[in-house]
């Protein structure tokens, strides 16, 4: 079975930095793209990041560039969001993604596996 586990939110002030990790297991994940979602209370989940396992291709939501970085250990089969620059904005619970498709694709629906989620909280 393919379990995604997240791990490394927490509470933290604006200006400082978090990094998630995704804990991969169940099968060989070369093949596909892992993906970061986020979603806040009373808003739709939004796609934040994605990375090519294979290839390392990346993709990010445009309220997020330049402050977060996507990133993989493939021997690790962890998948990393480092956060930098937090704002109250991002404040939400954030669930790793994966689907079996080398495309940096944006919508959750195209991701068949889901972790549970791990709570970001950024105080003003």
């Known amino acids: 079975q393919v379990q995604l586990v997240e791990s490394g939110g927490g509470l933290v002030r604006a200006g400082d930095s ?17 993906g970061w979602f986020r979603q806040a209370p009373g808003k739709e989940r939004e796609f934040v990041a994605a990375i090519s396992w294979v290839l390392g291709n990346t993709n990010y939501a445009d309220s997020v560039k330049g402050r977060f970085t996507i990133s993989r250990d493939n021997a690790k ?48």
């Open 18 to 34: 978090l990094r998630l990790s995704c804990a991969a297991s169940g099968r060989t994940f070369s093949r596909y793209t892992m």
């Open 77 to 124: 089969n962890t998948v990393y969001l480092q956060m930098n620059s937090l704002k109250p904005e991002d404040t939400a619970v954030y669930s790793c993604a994966a689907r079996y498709s080398p495309s940096v694709d944006e919508g959750a629906r195209m991701y068949g596996y889901w972790g549970q989620g791990t709570q970001v909280t950024v105080s003003s």
